[in-house]
């Protein structure tokens, strides 16, 4: 298995690396049991530093990033405003970017930009002073980490049913515009027998290059506007919120996903074990009410988040090997 010199995109990853991954995080999470176990992890990267370069807005993924940070010892700066960088004085971002590189061991970004993240990490790697990127969010583009934590999720709640191979995941929103689901579906695509239902309205379909890559993939996928049938029919559903950051002139308005909401009467229609997922954050799309059902599974989803996080850091600073778990 390749371990990644940096976090860009899901199509970078394998099935041998999830299966790693998901035992690596398994093992972290024994470690937050005791204080001894939560020590030991602290003193894994005292003497790293990581920059949070956040310009587009986050709760979460901020949150989890600088969380896992202080899990491992490490010490975190952040910009979340470009305004109070030298941006504001005309600096490009690859020389505002390359400056971070001067001072910490390890940049995460999210941008509005799509492929921003993988034009600094070839920037980067060109110069004496090379350091990991980790894309948090780029654009419409791509979302890697979240897609790996939701895998995560994913392995977590089938581990009694035989694991992700075989299952129907129904992903539901805007799917043209949502990174989450462009990542996630790619990385779906290293499981046997997945099938993939994706339900929209038809202004919000998948991508064409998403399509492509599943055609590529020889993955079963069906495309549908039958919210109902499709979340009846799945193992999981991924719900997901519309992307309206990205509307040119207010066109989402003119889009009606009334029927693409998950209320808490649908629920009696969904499959005994089916996972309900969300990346978060939720509007209308995902009722509060169904947070009550078990079968909700998007606020452990989001703390593991934090552990996926803290997994992705040890392994791009090489101390992934020294998560081993004491023998008694
Ligand atoms: N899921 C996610 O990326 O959430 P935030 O935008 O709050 O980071």
């Known amino acids: 298995m390749m371990k990644p010199r940096h976090i860009l995109s899901a199509g970078q990853f394998d099935r041998a690396f999830l299966d790693y991954m998901y035992e690596l995080i398994n093992t972290i999470r024994r470690f937050d049991k005791t204080k001894d176990g939560l020590m030991y992890l602290q003193s894994l990267l005292p003497h790293r530093r990581a920059m949070l370069y956040f310009t587009q807005p986050s709760t979460r993924t901020f949150m989890s990033f600088q969380a896992a940070c202080t899990i491992l010892g490490m010490k975190a700066s952040e910009i979340r405003d470009s305004s109070t ?3 504001r004085k005309g600096e ?9 590189a001067s001072y910490v061991d390890l940049i995460v970004m999210r941008s509005p930009v799509a492929g921003l993240s993988d034009r600094i990490a070839s920037l980067l790697d060109e110069t004496p002073r090379p350091v990991p990127i980790i894309n948090a969010g780029s654009g419409p583009d791509e979302h890697p980490t979240q897609a790996l934590l939701d895998i995560y999720t994913l392995q977590r709640s089938f581990q009694s049913s035989s694991g992700i191979e075989g299952k129907t995941i129904c992903m539901v ?3 043209k515009r949502g990174r989450t689901i462009r990542s996630l579906s790619r990385l779906l695509t290293n499981y046997k027998d997945v099938k993939l239902l994706f339900a929209s309205p038809t202004e919000y379909k998948i991508a064409d290059d998403l399509r492509s890559f599943l055609l590529s993939r020889k993955v079963t996928f069906e495309e549908t506007t039958n919210f109902r049938d499709a979340i009846a029919a799945s193992d999981a559903i991924y719900m997901t919120r519309v992307q309206d950051e ?3 002139a207010g066109e989402s308005k003119k889009v009606d996903t009334s029927s693409y909401r998950l209320k808490y009467e649908n629920l009696a229609s969904l499959k005994k074990d089916c996972t309900i997922m969300h990346p978060l954050p939720r509007r ?8 009550k059902d078990p079968r909700a599974k998007y606020w452990r989803q989001e703390r593991n988040g934090m552990w996926t996080r803290v997994a992705l850091i040890t392994i791009l600073m090489g101390v992934d090997n020294h998560i081993v778990l004491p023998t008694l």
């Open 284 to 291: 209308d799309e995902l009722d509060p009410a169904v947070d």
């Open 85 to 87: 960088s030298s941006e």
């Open 173 to 175: 929103g805007d799917l």
């Open 246 to 248: 990205y509307d040119v």
């Open 92 to 100: 490009s971002i690859e020389d505002s970017l390359r400056t971070f």
